[in-house]
């Protein structure tokens, strides 16, 4: 009785489909053989779309999909962030002692009544870790968070303004739920979380196939 939500949040899109309307389907790993012995983990296993999605074909990009009884998606909140690049001097006094590395890139936007900052902090010719703070109207300092690369994770490129890119965004993306800003990361092996803009909440994490 659930349905599939599919949202772009990019076009502000939403697609209702019944999942007794879907086929469902699987197809092998690219990195299985037909002579392997086969269990179910080396099958990708999903629905059929493509009869039923009127999207741009293309592969669903900036879109998120749920199964549920109920919409979880808030429409029309989302905005691409486009980052103005500042220098040091410019950031807010409470900001300057974060950063404690001589070299970084600053960025700033603002949305909503809420200031978000970004810094890049460089070693060795590359980003070492990147820290988003995130201030109210009244200049206090309302969420931060550090991002660091790992095995299979590296930076995206920040969003310029006017620019193609569009990895990061934010805005209200599910119902009863914090705001959120996502697309600092990018995951080899998986997706990045979903951040949740309020102190000690917890991230959500995307399920999703990213294998190889």
Known sequence: NDTLYLYNYEFNKLKKIPINELSSLAYLSPYISDNDEKSYQ?????????????????????????????????????????????????????LRNINTQSQSYIYKFKFNNKTYFLQD??????????????????????????????EGAEFQNVNPKNGESDYQWTGNLLRNQPSVIFGFLSESFGCESITFIKENFSTLYINCDNRH
Request: charged letters at 30%; a negative charge; proline letters at 4%.
């Open 42 to 94: 080396d099958y990708m296993i999903g629905f059929r779309l493509e009869q039923n999605i009127s999207f741009d074909n293309s592969k669903y990009s900036n879109t998120f999909a749920c199964f549920g009884t109920e919409n979880p998606f808030v429409e029309n909140q989302m905005v691409r962030i486009e980052w103005e690049k500042i220098s040091p001097k410019d950031l807010p006094n409470q």
């Open 121 to 150: 902090l460089i070693g060795e010719d590359e980003i070492k870790e990147r820290i988003l703070t995130i201030l109210d109207k009244k200049n206090n300092i309302i969420f931060t968070k550090k991002f660091i690369k790992g």
